[in-house]
């Protein structure tokens, strides 16, 4: 097929597309369709952690508690590492929606998803299930969902579409403690494997459904109907503008080495750059959640009905808690709203680790450890986003932002190690005692640096921000 061909048929897809868009029932559809996706995103992003304890037992064919499962716990916990490494090709991959589209993105990491699961759930070795580890890491991060509600929702109504879509998806978890107590037998480790098929099945029928009711979006539409409507001279003027508009911007662009040296040498940068450091090195309890609760019903402190309602009750309070969250901030400005959710989510992992090693209500810990990860999720994204743009100058703010999170993936990679030596060395049944011991400190330093060094950023002026030296 020439070129010529391939334009012709692009262009009679998208002017279909640009005919569908007015449809009288199409963002209700889309809507729909985009929230489903949202939930199998968050599915998968959880489906694993819930049934850590009886995978390890399964793959590894370990007793727990003993010797031999924390070794094998710390071993899947180092080898999967790995898989976090796919996030360095992650922004080359996400580039690839702005050439090509929205659409082919949305199904293919929707898909990529369901194969990810799917591999973990057929693997009968370690490395297997690691792959499927790997693709799940991949696919799960890259919510071209919410570019889909940004690009697609009237503007007066994105933050609460998107807010709205976010807080059902994150309640939707509740169902995977639903399927830990319909389909597993702690009598046989292999019934883990249950829990995957219903958000398999979830993730290719909503990806093959995306194809037939979802239209690429109007911002790319007409960008690219733009492109293939004009003449070749017009190309060529628009791609030579293109390129000088590149080389304007790549001489005031800022380098990762500028932006880290930003980052130390401003007071407020500095300071934020401390705590993220420090929150995100204390996320490493969001990832040991089950195995803590497996602790406390291995030293009798807990049944398995309690474990199950902990597993159902604490995504609906995140859930809700998110959304207060949202609300906070708006209402009280950064600085008090981040001191607020970092309170959340310190009060709430102490209550929660009590409860995994002296007998508690399962209401009240699945209310702590959900407003726990609330108040944690949302004053990391305040943290790295919010506060870190609206202390840095516009010409540099991008790369500062981008250098932030570069930060905050080395407190992850912090606390994976440290959890994964202290497994070896404590033991996977005091893991409540020795995560807290660790975490908690540093969320009360981070909190502390926040409210005495990081100033209020609410209603700056982003276009005139005013740098302390």
Known sequence: MTK?????RELERLEKAEAFHNHQHYFAILIVVLSIVYIVDELSSSVRGVVEVQTIRDLFNVVYPSVEYDKA????????IIGYLSYLISPFYKSLADRFGRKPFLIINTIGMGVGMLVCIISKSVPLFILGTVILTFFTPNDVQV?????????EHRAKLCSITKGLALISVSLLGLFVKLFVNDEVPSTWRNVFIIPIILAFLIGIAAIYF????????QRRLQYLRSSEEERNASAEAERLNQEAEKEKSVSVLDAFKFIISNPQTRAIALVALLMMFSTGYTGKY???LEAGKYNGVMSSDAMHTVLMFYPLINGIFTIIGGFITDALGRKKSALILGLWASVGLAIFAYGCIRPLNPYIMGLA???SIAGLWSISDMIFFVITSESTPTEMRASVVGSMQLVGMVGVGFNMVYNNVVTMLAGSTNLPIVLTVAYLPLMAIALIIMMLKVKETKGVDLDNIQVDK
């Open 4 to 8: 010529i061909e391939k334009e012709k």
């Open 73 to 80: 716990s710390a071993t899947l916990g180092f080898a999967t």
């Open 147 to 155: 570019i889909y509600i940004m690009e697609c929702a009237p503007k």
């Open 214 to 221: 979802v239209r690429e979006t109007p911002v790319f539409t």
């Open 290 to 292: 089950q195995p803590m």
């Open 369 to 371: 450890y959900g407003i």
